[in-house]
Each structure stands twice: as structure tokens, then as C-alpha cells.
């Protein structure tokens, strides 16, 4: 088996309270707490006996480039000496390492930097060097250091300070812009306008490529008159666009020849009116030829050339394109190529092909992308193997991947505040390319497992599935503790963007410590139900939406004629929508709904654990989890029935990666389901300061609560990790 890699994620936070109190370290949350730092320091005890046994490494250290500058910098340089035990640093380490350190200050705009390594030998003496461009004296060969620190000191930061556009027409000066400078957020940082020759000429390129793909296809992009202040780092650049006229494809005729290429079997004309570019003629040649493609004829191709060309105010072009087909292929063998424990018959079932079949390139392709999709393989690359003029094999080279995944899990949320846990994958089970995730999760306020076993595409481009989860939970007035196994089938309908899954769940549900649900539901039941989730998403980014839209919807169906105890339907629904204003604005809207109706009466046949609970980030934010929700006369949460939910959030970008947020919350909960949709209202308004990060927004939000009811907070400070809605 090959050695686990080791990696660390942030899942998401939960709620957060309304205020901070003194933690009962006597209490539940207090224990499971110290299951925490149990665990973690026998695994920092582990990781320290693994370090002892190995034989001593040399020292590096890296400083003055800040805390995160000087950690990325040091890890790039492990990275250089790889794994290997030697104890000392030797002189091309030492050279190879200032060359990095060089090229990484360089490319974050300090050009002119110094860097100072203290060297300590292996017989104890101490030596200085100094490097102010990576060609300074070579090191003696003969060096062996116990330990390097390489001191950076960075220079002046080169940033623009002016760019001024001479030539541009046919796009804007603030749009060209963003191809120099990140121009989003309020807050004009000189990070944000690094100055460097290379990254100078590459937005310069970006500029002209654009210009190119709009029609322009003479067009040039020069840099001159650049002015470099040393000192403060300001750089002042004219750039220099000579745009030519722009060309538009009036009209393509398109000509279809037979397999000899000398005869005309159809010819058509096609009306474009498309500006001209290379990109633009690559893509229709392929449409051309995607038909003869699939007929079998991988070697088709579209000859376009140029009928005439037209100058008025702009270059009007009509073109003629010839499709050869070329020789017409079959299928030979179909091989693979690199695969160790992944068995033969479970690949080539990924395979629409089959022997003596015309040879469809686009399905081969799909073939190729399907054997990616299993999730065991590195890579994935496919070639074609010429057998005869009329017969090709189809061989797919494989790269296998790890068999085995550790990961650890951290997080922090207001509500359940330190959560931490373990994610163990076994890829590749069986040589089938089945799939097996072990999960544990441990917070102050919960604890979970969750065992999944998966076999990827089993029928119809749908993954089987087999999920067995628990978990025991406190929520403000009740614990919730569950355990439930599931079985069913997954699939991806790409086309529409939408992932659908269907399954048969059987659940033991239980509301501990809650005496006063029993008018509400029953604390504890078998539940036996149909699941169908329906997820629609067409948002530029799952983790950092600005654009776009997503559609959820789950249908929970449980009845005691498939072998629970109680009968009710469960429905939830949600979406949300983002909308750019400017370049650095952003609305985002959210709603949702939520609905339980039963058989009979809520009391015999609707588990307590099914009602609704709202409230926390996710939701309203003026209420911690499961906050927004109805009460009793007692003051209980007993959650509702019904609610229907709303949220609308303005954010204004501070600078690429910060941002402040203004929202308003809306939900309407009903208790019963004969209020439905809701009788009772809460609002909350606030604000917040964003984090955007690669695993999603880290987010400070506060909330409001506009209209309170007896025993709900004045208002509650989140804090948590992912997009809201």
C-alpha cells in the first residue's frame, strides 16, 4: 500500500450565539472538548516519535518578507531539497535557493532586492553572504552548513502609479485597465498595481488578444515611455495600441467533398456576421467537422480560405470552407496502457467503443473523460495506434493515483465553535475502481460519523451509493441523536447543469432531553422514507458566486408501508441569485422553504427531529441555530412545521479578497402546518466584513433582529466559512 498523504481543510462553521459565555468545562460540550485535545495531542505525540526516528536535518529559516511571505518562501525551498536526509546544506542548495527567493520577490514587484544568508558550518564557524542579483560569486563547493537563514530585505515595491492609453477605441480606458491592475475594490493598494517587465508584457499581450478576438486583426500593443522611481517604486507607462480596421465574417460557404476529396456532395451558406479572430476560426472548423467525426472519419478537417475582402469603415470577409472527410476508420483493438490494480473489464466498460465500430473520435473522447471521472487515475491520455489504412487501435495510457487518503479537518464556528476531525478515502476498492470514505467530525456541540461506499458509474452514467451515518448533536434545548443507512443512485445530467439523486433511507431518530415535544411529535421513531435532492446550478463559482443562480430541492417521503413507523411528506426548497452591479458591487438574493404535512396527527407521526429549525448564518442572521423558530409557552424552541425565508445582501469589494457586506433578513415560521405558509414573522438587518479565501468567505457578520419576540436575542455576531445562500 503507498504511503497516506496528509492534508489539512476547513469545513464549514456553524452558527454563531448572540454572546460569549464561560464554558461549562463539567458539561457535555466541556467533555467533548477535552476528547479533543486528547486527540489532538496523541497525534502530535505520534507525529513527534515519527520526527525523533529520523536522523537530524539541517536548519533553514527564512525572514523578512512577513509571516506569510517568509512560510511560502520556505516551503518552496523544501521543496528544492526534496526528501532527502542529509545533514547538511551543500552550495548549489544554498545558490538554487536565492534564485527562488529572487524570483519569488521579483514577481510580487520588488525588483530590486538584497538578500543576506547566515551560514553556519558544520565545524561551528559562522559566514555572511550577500546576493543583490542571482550572478553574485559562486559559493566555495567544498560548503556544508548545519543551518542557512536567509534575510530578505525587499526594496522599494514597483507599482504603477499611471498608465495612460494612446490609440484605444474600441475599448474603454477603465476596462483596459484591468488587463495592468486589479481594478476591483475602494481601496487602491499598491499590491494590487505590482509593476513588474514580465507581467507589463503579459497584460500587454492580454490587451491585444482581446482587441484580436473582437476583429482587430492587425492590431498592436506597446509599452514605452516607462518611467521607474526607484525609490518609491511608482512606474509610469504609456501604452501604445494601434488597433487597424476590424474584420467581420459576412458570410461562409461551406463545401462537403467525398471521401476521395474530388467530388462536391452538398454545399450550404451560412450568414455569421462574426468578427474575425483565430479563436473564432478554430471553433467553426471544428463544428464543420464534428459530424464526419462521428461518422467515422477521424481524419476530417475544414479548409477555410478567403473568397473575398471587402474595405469600407471595416474589412467584410467572405470565406469558403471545403470539408474533406478523409479516409473512413474502424475500431481495431482497444488497449490500456499503465494500469496496475485497476481491473481490465471495469475500464473498458467506461468505454462506449467496441472493436470493428467506425471510429467516433467524440466517443473515444468520452471514453477517456469517463475513465477520469473514476476518480483512480493521475491522468488520464489516450492515442491512436495505426494498424492499416482503414483500421486504428484506440489505446488509453493510465497514471493510477493513490490508494489511500488521510486528511484532517479544522474548523471554528461561533456556535459549535473548535471543530476538528479525520477523513479517511480508500480509492480504487477491489480493482473496480470503487470508492470508501470513512468520516469523524468532533465539535463542542457535536459528534458525527459517516460511512460511504460508492460504485462509480453502474448504470446509465449513475453512481450506486451506500451512506450509514450517526450522530448525537446539541441544540439550544433538546440533543438530537440519529442513526440512518441509505442506499440509491446518483447521476449528472450535464447538459442542464443539474445533479439528481434518489434513495431509500431507514432512520432511527430520537429528541433526548425533551420532555415537551410530545404535543409537537415523537421523540422517538423508525423512519422508512424516499429521498429525491434535485440541484440545479448555474453560478460562475460554487464557492465565491458573482453571477448566475442555484436551485435546490429536497423531497423527503416516509411511510410505515416501507417498513418505518411513521407517515409524513418533507419538502425543502431553495434558491438563490447573483447579479453583478459594477466590477466591485454585487446583489445577492436568496430564498427558501420549508414544509411538513403528515398522516393523521403531528403528534403520532412526525418526528421531532424533522421539524424545522431556522435561525444562524445560513439563514437569519440576527438568531444563532435553530434560534428563529417557534416556542412554547415555556419559552422552548419547537420548532415549525413551515417557514418561508428571504435574504438580500449588497457587498462592496474593499479590495480583491475583502469585502464589507449590508443585508436583510426576512423569515416567516409557522408552528403547525394549518398556518402554513406562516403566522409569525422576524426580520434582522446587519453588516459584515468578508474574507474571500480559496475554501470560500470567512466571514464577521452581525445581525439585528428588528422584531423580537419574548426570549429572542437583541441581535447575534456570526462567525463562520462559505457562502450564506
Known amino acids: 500500500m503507498r504511503t497516506a498523504r496528509v492534508r489539512f481543510a476547513a469545513p464549514g462553521a456553524g452558527a454563531v450565539p ?13 467533555c467533548q472538548l477535552w476528547r479533543c485535545l486528547l486527540i489532538l495531542l496523541l497525534l502530535f505525540s505520534t507525529l513527534h516519535a515519527v520526527a525523533d526516528s529520523d536522523p537530524p536535518k539541517p536548519k533553514l529559516k527564512v525572514s523578512g518578507y512577513g509571516f506569510m511571505g517568509d512560510l511560502k518562501l520556505k516551503n518552496l525551498l523544501k521543496l ?82 499611471e498608465i495612460h492609453f494612446e490609440g484605444l477605441e474600441s475599448i474603454k480606458p477603465d476596462d483596459a485597465l484591468g488587463y495592468f491592475v486589479d481594478t476591483r475594490g475602494l481601496l487602491k493598494l499598491n499590491a494590487n498595481r505590482i509593476y513588474t517587465p ?109 473568397q473575398r475582402a471587402v474595405t469600407n469603415e471595416q474589412v467584410n470577409i467572405d470565406l469558403l470552407a471545403q470539408v474533406q472527410p478523409g479516409p473512413k476508420v474502424n475500431v481495431g483493438q482497444i488497449r490500456f496502457v499503465g494500469e496496475k490494480e485497476t481491473k481490465e473489464s471495469a475500464m473498458r466498460a467506461r468505454i462506449p467503443l467496441k472493436p ?96 460511504t461506499y460508492t460504485v462509480p458509474q453502474f448504470r446509465w452514467g449513475s453512481d450506486l451509493f451506500f451512506t450509514a451515518s450517526g450522530l448525537r448533536r446539541d441544540e439550544v434545548d433538546f440533543t438530537r441523536e440519529e442513526l440512518a443507512a441509505s442506499i440509491g443512485a446518483r447521476r449528472r445530467f450535464e447538459p442542464i ?18 420532555d415537551f415535544v410530545s404535543d409537537v411529535g415523537v421523540a422517538n421513531a423508525r423512519v422508512a422514507a424516499a429521498i429525491l435532492d434535485l440541484r440545479h446550478d448555474r ?53 427558501s422553504h420549508g414544509a411538513v404535512f403528515v398522516v393523521g396527527t403531528s403528534a403520532e407521526n412526525l418526528p421531532f427531529n424533522k421539524r424545522f429549525f431556522p435561525g444562524g448564518e445560513n439563514s437569519i442572521r440576527g438568531y444563532q441555530q435553530g434560534e428563529a423558530s417557534p416556542r412554547n409557552a ?49 426580520y434582522s438587518a446587519g453588516g459584515g466584513l468578508r474574507w474571500n479565501t480559496v475554501i470560500g468567505p470567512v466571514r464577521l457578520e452581525y445581525g439585528y433582529n428588528l422584531r423580537r419576540r419574548s426570549h429572542d436575542p437583541a441581535g447575534t455576531l456570526q462567525v463562520s466559512i462559505g457562502f450564506p445562500f
Do not use: C
Not at 558544520?122 to 546576493?131: A, I, K, L, P, V
Not at 511608482?234 to 476529396?261: K, N
Not at 425543502?572 to 445577492?588: A, F, M, N, Q, T
Open 18 to 30: 448572540n454572546h460569549f459565555e464561560s464554558i461549562p468545562w463539567t458539561s457535555q460540550a466541556g
Open 80 to 161: 528544492i531539497k526534496g526528501d532527502k536526509t542529509n545533514e547538511f546544506f551543500n552550495a548549489n542548495f544554498i545558490e538554487d535557493s536565492v534564485v527562488v527567493i529572487f524570483s519569488g520577490l521579483q514577481r510580487d514587484g520588488y525588483l530590486r532586492p538584497e538578500i543576506i544568508a547566515r551560514v553556519t558550518m558544520d565545524d561551528g564557524e559562522r559566514q555572511t553572504f550577500r546576493w543583490r542579483t542571482t550572478l553574485g560569486e559562486p559559493l566555495p563547493r567544498s560548503l556544508r552548513a548545519r543551518s542557512v537563514h536567509f534575510r530578505i530585505h525587499e526594496g522599494a515595491r514597483y507599482h504603477y502609479r
Open 198 to 306: 514580465s507581467k507589463a508584457n503579459s497584460s500587454a499581450s492580454g490587451l491585444q488578444q482581446a482587441l484580436e478576438r473582437d476583429g482587430y486583426r492587425n492590431a498592436t500593443v506597446t509599452l514605452t515611455n516607462v518611467a521607474r522611481d526607484d525609490v518609491t517604486g511608482d512606474v509610469d507607462v504609456t501604452v501604445r495600441v494601434h488597433q487597424g480596421p476590424r474584420h467581420l465574417v459576412r458570410s461562409v460557404q461551406v463545401e462537403e467533398v467525398s471521401d476521395l476529396a474530388t467530388n462536391v456532395l452538398r454545399t450550404r451558406q451560412i450568414r455569421t456576421n462574426q468578427p474575425y479572430s483565430r479563436l473564432w476560426l478554430q471553433d467553426f472548423e471544428q463544428q464543420l467537422v464534428l459530424r464526419r467525426l462521428k461518422e467515422g472519419y477521424p481524419d476530417a478537417r475544414a479548409i477555410v480560405t478567403t
Open 356 to 451: 470493428g465500430a467506425p471510429l467516433d473520435r467524440t466517443a473515444a473522447e468520452q471514453g477517456r473523460f469517463r475513465l477520469a471521472r473514476l476518480g483512480v487515475f493521475d491522468s488520464v491520455e489516450m492515442r491512436y495506434d495505426v494498424v492499416n489504412d482503414q483500421t486504428r487501435d484506440v489505446v488509453y495510457e493510465v497514471e493510477e493515483g493513490k490508494s489511500l487518503d488521510f486528511s484532517l479537518l479544522a474548523g471554528f464556528g461561533s456556535y459549535e465553535l473548535l471543530r476538528g476531525g479525520i477523513i479517511l478515502d480508500q480509492y480504487n476498492f477491489w480493482g473496480l475502481a470503487h470508492h470508501s470514505q470513512v468520516k469523524l467530525v468532533q465539535s463542542f456541540k457535536s459528534s458525527s460519523g459517516d460511512y
Open 497 to 514: 447543469a443539474t445533479d439528481a439523486s434518489l434513495r431509500y433511507s431507514y432512520q432511527y431518530l430520537s429528541a433526548a432531553d425533551a
Open 539 to 591: 453560478r460562475d463559482s460554487p464557492i465565491t458566486p458573482r453571477s448566475g443562480y442555484k436551485l435546490y430541492s429536497n423531497l423527503e417521503i416516509a411511510s410505515a408501508a416501507l417498513g418505518g413507523e411513521v407517515d409524513y411528506q418533507r419538502v425543502e426548497l431553495h434558491g438563490s441569485y447573483h447579479v453583478p452591479i459594477s466590477k466591485d458591487r454585487w446583489l445577492h438574493l436568496g430564498a
Open 634 to 682: 415555556a419559552g422552548k424552541l419547537i420548532g415549525a412545521e413551515s417557514y418561508l425565508g428571504g435574504n438580500i445582501e449588497f457587498e462592496q469589494a474593499l479590495t480583491p479578497t475583502w469585502s464589507i457586506v449590508g443585508f436583510f433578513d426576512v423569515m416567516g415560521v409557522a408552528r403547525d402546518s394549518g398556518q402554513y405558509p406562516f403566522n409569525e414573522l422576524l
